[in-house]
């Protein structure tokens, strides 16, 4: 069998077995162990697993994801979530769909102590679509608003998709994360402008005038250990009092200690936090563990290499490769998660982007990617056929069919859309405050 004719086949078993609703994790690790010992040997893929699987797990660098999650599942449990939405409207209602850009601005804040993109289009629309539907906003915009604002829980930091890209590339999650902060707020910015426009363009599905309550001291004091667990995680980090994973640690203490001081959070809660945290976190590492072997089985055939070796020779523009580089993340996006198809081609397409010349340092390249295949990972999360945080939303909203729930994130992707060519084209958008840091 031809490297090539092996390479499909690998990958033919993976999809076959995501077809029939097998885990990811299984389907990475059964296609890759096929390959492995179809070119090596049963003996070499049991000597591989015994020395990958402790190595993999054993990195000091991946308890960060554990304690964002757990961040994350105290910042749910503790009722914060409520706070920021009050709050978000209170300053939004002026607007013509204030409501829709309340749930944004939301999932921003909440994003910015989560990490999570599901864990955020859940939480806030718990609070906010009960709202926004008592309001009069139709299902499409509440749900593709919901949905499309859930995706800032990855885009603005902490990120857990961020964090593994950082780990499988070898660069710096503090810079990462500072890289990530305009793109971000751009991503923010360029919801609630989808949301002003379409609530013109197409009539009835918005209120043309939402209430507006006024600002209180409860409002304000809600949302003031939210600030206050921002600042002291990412000031920590980025002053270099702390590590990112220090910092993970101390945001989760600091996110336990304001669920208690606003009483939301019980024994039961708290448990379940940790089972919460410990479910996603091992899905998370099984994930790891599959693509590291489907990745040694590719490297064997040297498809890859080639592959990279070939791209070379074309003579494209480096800014073309990488464009068509997100193309094929957004097609991988209708049957992978982010976390997947992160774990699964980094390994291939980071080197093939490091050996292309773009005019500035090869840190600032690295960093620059992996802002790019942030923003496109992103963009998967709402695209049907499959759009995870799209299911998510519906499924919280029964009286909304699908369709009208992917017609509602249309406008989310056309903005999306623009983001990642603005970045694509104008990476010092992305690097800029990364120059501030030593």
């Given at each position: 069998?031809?490297?090539?004719?092996?390479?499909?086949?690998?990958?033919?078993?993976?999809?076959?077995?995501?077809?029939?609703?097998?885990?990811i994790?299984?389907?990475?690790?059964?296609?890759?162990?096929?390959?492995?010992?179809?070119?090596?040997?049963?003996l070499?893929?049991?000597?591989?697993l015994?020395a990958?699987?402790?190595?993999?797990?054993?990195?000091?660098?991946?308890s960060?994801?554990?304690?964002?999650?757990l961040?994350?599942?105290?910042?749910?449990?503790?009722?914060?979530?409520?706070?920021?939405?009050?709050?978000?409207?209170?300053?939004?209602?002026?607007?013509?769909?204030?409501?829709?850009m309340?749930?944004?601005?939301?999932?921003?804040?909440?994003?910015?102590?989560?990490?999570?993109?599901?864990?955020?289009?859940?939480t806030?629309?718990?609070?906010?679509?009960?709202?926004?539907?008592?309001?009069?906003?139709?299902?499409?915009?509440?749900?593709?608003?919901?949905a499309?604002?859930?995706?800032?829980g990855i885009?603005?930091?902490?990120?857990?998709?961020?964090?593994?890209?950082?780990?499988?590339?070898?660069?710096?999650?503090?810079?990462?994360?500072?890289?990530?902060?305009?793109?971000?707020?751009i991503?923010?910015?360029g919801?609630?402008?989808?949301?002003?426009?379409?609530?013109?363009?197409?009539?009835?599905?918005?209120?043309?005038?939402?209430?507006?309550?006024?600002?209180?001291?409860?409002?304000?004091?809600?949302?003031?250990?939210i600030?206050?667990?921002?600042?002291i995680?990412?000031?920590?980090?980025?002053?270099?009092?702390?590590?990112?994973?220090?910092?993970?640690?101390?945001?989760?203490?600091?996110?336990?200690?304001?669920?208690?001081?606003?009483?939301?959070?019980?024994?039961?809660?708290?448990?379940?936090?940790?089972?919460?945290?410990?479910?996603s976190?091992?899905?998370?590492?099984?994930?790891?563990?599959?693509?590291?072997?489907?990745?040694?089985?590719?490297?064997?055939?040297?498809?890859?290499?080639?592959?990279?070796?070939?791209?070379?020779?074309?003579?494209?523009?480096?800014?073309?490769?990488?464009?068509?580089?997100?193309?094929?993340?957004v097609?991988?996006?209708a049957?992978?998660?982010?976390?997947?198809?992160?774990?699964?081609?980094?390994?291939?397409?980071?080197?093939?982007?490091?050996?292309?010349?773009?005019?500035?340092?090869?840190?600032?390249?690295?960093?620059?990617?992996?802002?790019?295949?942030?923003?496109?990972?992103?963009?998967?999360?709402?695209?049907?056929p499959?759009?995870?945080?799209?299911?998510?939303?519906?499924?919280?909203?029964?009286?909304?069919?699908?369709?009208?729930?992917?017609?509602?994130?249309?406008?989310?992707?056309?903005?999306?859309?623009?983001?990642?060519?603005?970045?694509?084209?104008?990476?010092?958008?992305?690097?800029?405050?990364?120059?501030?840091?030593?």
């Amino acid at each position: 069998m031809t490297p090539l004719a092996l390479t499909l086949l690998i990958f033919a078993i993976m999809l076959v077995l995501m077809a029939i609703r097998t885990p990811i994790a299984v389907a990475m690790f059964v296609a890759g162990a096929v390959g492995y010992v179809t070119q090596a040997g049963w003996l070499p893929l049991a000597n591989f697993l015994n020395a990958q699987a402790f190595a993999r797990f054993a990195s000091y660098d991946l308890s960060v994801i554990p304690l964002f999650i757990l961040m994350g599942n105290f910042a749910t449990q503790g009722g914060i979530s409520r706070a920021l939405f009050e709050f978000a409207s209170v300053v939004m209602a002026r607007f013509r769909g204030g409501l829709a850009m309340a749930a944004v601005l939301a999932c921003a804040a909440f994003g910015a102590i989560c990490g999570s993109s599901v864990a955020t289009a859940a939480t806030i629309t718990q609070v906010a679509l009960p709202e926004m539907r008592r309001h009069g906003y139709s299902g499409r915009l509440a749900t593709g608003t919901l949905a499309a604002g859930g995706t800032l829980g990855i885009l603005i930091p902490p990120s857990v998709p961020l964090v593994i890209y950082a780990i499988l590339a070898e660069q710096n999650i503090a810079k990462l994360f500072a890289a990530a902060m305009i793109p971000g707020v751009i991503a923010m910015i360029g919801y609630m402008i989808a949301i002003a426009i379409y609530v013109r363009l197409v009539p009835g599905h918005a209120p043309e005038h939402d209430e507006a309550p006024r600002l209180t001291w409860a409002a304000l004091t809600g949302v003031a250990p939210i600030a206050a667990i921002f600042l002291i995680v990412f000031g920590g980090i980025y002053t270099g009092k702390f590590t990112p994973t220090e910092g993970a640690a101390v945001g989760a203490a600091a996110t336990f200690l304001a669920a208690l001081l606003k009483r939301e959070i019980d024994w039961r809660k708290f448990k379940q936090c940790f089972y919460a945290t410990a479910e996603s976190s091992a899905m998370i590492f099984l994930i790891f563990l599959g693509a590291d072997v489907m990745n040694a089985a590719l490297a064997l055939t040297q498809v890859p290499a080639q592959l990279a070796a070939v791209v070379g020779g074309w003579g494209l523009p480096p800014v073309a490769v990488v464009g068509a580089i997100l193309l094929f993340y957004v097609v991988l996006g209708a049957v992978m998660d982010e976390l997947s198809m992160i774990l699964l081609t980094i390994p291939i397409f980071f080197p093939m982007i490091m050996g292309l010349e773009f005019g500035m340092p090869k840190e600032s390249v690295a960093i620059w990617f992996g802002i790019m295949v942030l923003m496109t990972v992103g963009f998967g999360l709402l695209a049907p056929p499959v759009g995870l945080n799209v299911y998510i939303v519906n499924g919280m909203a029964r009286d909304v069919p699908i369709g009208e729930s992917y017609r509602g994130v249309m406008p989310f992707l056309v903005s999306d859309t623009l983001r990642t060519l603005l970045l694509l084209f104008f990476p010092a958008i992305s690097l800029w405050l990364v120059k501030f840091l030593k």
